[in-house]
């Protein structure tokens, strides 16, 4: 573990891990590390990771969702309401519905579940830092179809609701991709754009409508029907 400097090796991830298995959370902090990223804080409950989070200033939260004090939802709902840009990967043994939903609902950006591999974690880790919402196969879709769900309800604001900042067509453009669950590096490719031109258009997205992050926006995005193949 390294609680130093503010950022690890060239490209590397400032990276915090959560789990109350000593074995688990060492080989993950150990697999991070060999790749280049700097684990800036490990904790072993859901009380010392919120106590930790501040000081230490991850970029990526890999994250147990049971965890001794606090649940890990309840870890993810603080952490993101203390820093909107931190980014929280679950990396949970459970791959159940309601666990997954209540995790993305609370915040967390993606949710791998523990059978994934050394390279899978790696990559998601990184994906997860760009803003890229990562999942183990075949949960994307789940969390797609709740956001859709929840769309499909009625809305609680009424017409009274403010004008909505205007986006740009090609603003609108990749939002529509976002919607439909593409990562930033398909998008990139679908539109020939460079991976930080996306992020740029999905940040500037994301300030002129005040969202947090890349959860919030898929769920904006669903609302105003832009996830519809027309």
Do not use: C
């Amino acid at each position: 573990m390294s609680d130093g400097p503010a950022g690890g090796a060239a490209g590397g991830i400032r990276v915090m891990v959560v789990d109350d298995h000593p074995m688990w959370r060492d080989a993950v902090a150990r697999d991070l590390t060999e790749a280049g990223h700097t684990v800036v804080a490990t904790a072993a409950d859901g009380d010392e990771a919120v106590r930790r989070a501040p000081a230490a200033r991850p970029q990526v939260v890999v994250l147990d969702l049971q965890l001794p004090h606090r649940s890990g939802v309840e870890v993810t709902r603080a952490l993101v309401e203390a820093d909107p840009a931190v980014r929280v990967l679950v990396l949970s043994a459970s791959g159940e519905q309601d666990d997954v939903l209540q995790a993305v609902k609370a915040g967390a950006t993606g949710y791998l579940v523990k059978s994934a591999s050394r390279e899978e974690l790696l990559d998601a880790v990184t994906r997860t830092a760009a803003g890229d919402a990562v999942f183990t196969p075949g949960l994307a879709g789940l969390v797609l179809g709740e956001y859709r769900r929840l769309a499909a309800e009625p809305a609680g604001a009424g017409p009274g609701v403010p004008d909505v900042p205007r986006l740009t067509d090609r603003e609108t453009e990749v939002l529509r991709l976002v919607a439909k669950g593409l990562s930033y590096k398909q998008i990139a490719e679908r539109l020939v754009l460079s991976h930080r031109t996306v992020q740029n258009h999905v940040q500037n997205t994301l300030n002129k409508l005040q969202l947090h992050n890349r959860v919030e926006l898929v769920r904006y995005a669903i609302e105003q029907g832009l996830d519809d193949p027309g």
